[in-house]
C-alpha cells in the first residue's frame, strides 16, 4: 500500500497537473471570466479527490487537489469535474437560494428538498464531465475509485428475509 501512495504523490506534481489543469479553463472558456488558482492538497485529513473555495464577487477561486489519496483514478476527470462546478456555480448558488428562502432550514421538507437538489447536481456535473473527457480528453478511462468502498448488491440485501 505504501508503493501505490508514492506513485499517487509523485504522479500529482504542478508539473504533471497544470498543463491539463490549463487545457481544461481554455475548453471550458473558464480562463477569461475568472482568475483560479490550482493547489495540491498532500493533508491526510482532505478527504475528497478535488474541492473549491470560490470568492464570486471577485471572480476568484482555488481548485484544490488531493495528491495524497485520491478516491478516484483520473485526475483529469476530476479537473474536469470541479472546473464544471465552477462553471454551474451561479445556478447553483440560485437554486439553494431558492431553497434556503422557501423551506425552513432543518425540516424534513428542507432537508430532503436541499438533499435531492445536492444529489442532481452531483449526477449532472458528473454526467457532463464524462462527456467532456470522452470528447477532449487526454485520458478517457473513466474513475471506479469511489465504487470500491461501496457494498456489493448482494451485501445490501444480505439478511433480508426472502419475498
Not at 54 to 61: E, L, S, T
Not at 110 to 118: C, D, K, L, T
Amino acid at each position: 500500500m505504501r508503493f501505490a501512495r508514492e506513485n499517487v504523490i509523485k504522479m500529482l506534481t504542478y508539473d504533471s497537473i497544470y498543463p491539463i489543469f490549463e487545457k481544461w479553463l481554455e475548453i471550458l472558456r473558464l480562463k477569461n471570466n475568472w482568475d483560479i488558482k490550482l493547489e495540491l492538497i498532500t493533508d491526510e485529513s482532505f478527504r475528497k479527490s478535488g474541492d473549491f473555495k470560490i470568492d464570486p464577487n471577485d471572480k476568484k477561486a482555488i481548485l484544490m487537489l488531493n495528491a495524497v489519496s485520491p478516491k478516484q483514478e483520473n485526475t483529469e476527470e476530476v479537473i474536469v469535474h470541479e472546473l464544471l462546478h465552477l462553471k454551474l456555480y451561479p445556478l447553483d448558488q440560485f437554486t439553494e437560494d431558492l431553497i434556503e428562502n422557501h423551506y425552513t432550514e432543518g425540516t424534513p421538507t428542507h432537508n430532503m428538498i436541499f438533499s435531492q437538489f445536492m444529489n442532481t447536481l452531483e449526477q449532472t456535473v458528473e454526467e457532463m464531465a464524462k462527456c467532456f473527457l470522452l470528447q477532449y480528453g487526454d485520458n478517457k478511462e473513466l474513475s471506479f475509485g469511489r465504487c470500491k468502498s461501496e457494498k456489493s448488491f448482494n451485501d445490501l440485501f444480505d439478511g433480508l428475509r426472502s419475498l
